[in-house]
């Protein structure tokens, strides 16, 4: 005897919900909760490597004798390699 079509789509739903909630409860397993210690290494991080990641790239259009106009507020300095004004 053949099972029902509807007795089949049970079974098949039972068991993709059963695979789902094991994926669920293996990723709750293994999750680690950050401490403010952690959070606060990792933010340090991020602001040094984005002043040190500005800084290069300043230094990199500064060296090629170019302009380089810097907004903070409002205002704009714009800045210029020693070097480039006494070559010319």
Same mark, same amino acid.
């Given at each position: !005897?053949?099972? @029902? @079509?509807?007795? +089949?789509?049970?079974?098949?739903?039972?068991?993709?919900?059963?695979?789902?909630?094991?994926?669920?409860? /293996?990723?709750?397993?293994?999750? *680690?909760? !950050?401490? &403010? =210690? &952690?959070?606060?290494?990792? *933010?340090?991080?991020?602001?040094?490597? %984005?002043? @040190? $990641?500005?800084? =290069?790239?300043?230094? =990199?259009?500064?060296? %090629?004798? @170019?302009?380089?106009?810097?907004?903070? &507020? $409002?205002?704009?300095? *714009?800045?210029?390699? +020693? /070097?480039?004004?006494? $070559?010319?």
């Amino acid at each position: !005897m053949r099972p @029902k @079509k509807a007795t +089949v789509i049970i079974v098949i739903a039972f068991i993709v919900t059963l695979v789902a909630c094991l994926f669920i409860i /293996e990723g709750v397993r293994n999750l *680690t909760i !950050m401490t &403010d =210690s &952690d959070f606060n290494n990792i *933010t340090t991080t991020i602001f040094y490597n %984005g002043q @040190k $990641n500005a800084i =290069s790239q300043i230094f =990199s259009v500064a060296s %090629g004798c @170019k302009q380089l106009p810097i907004t903070v &507020d $409002n205002k704009t300095l *714009t800045l210029v390699a +020693v /070097e480039c004004l006494q $070559n010319t």
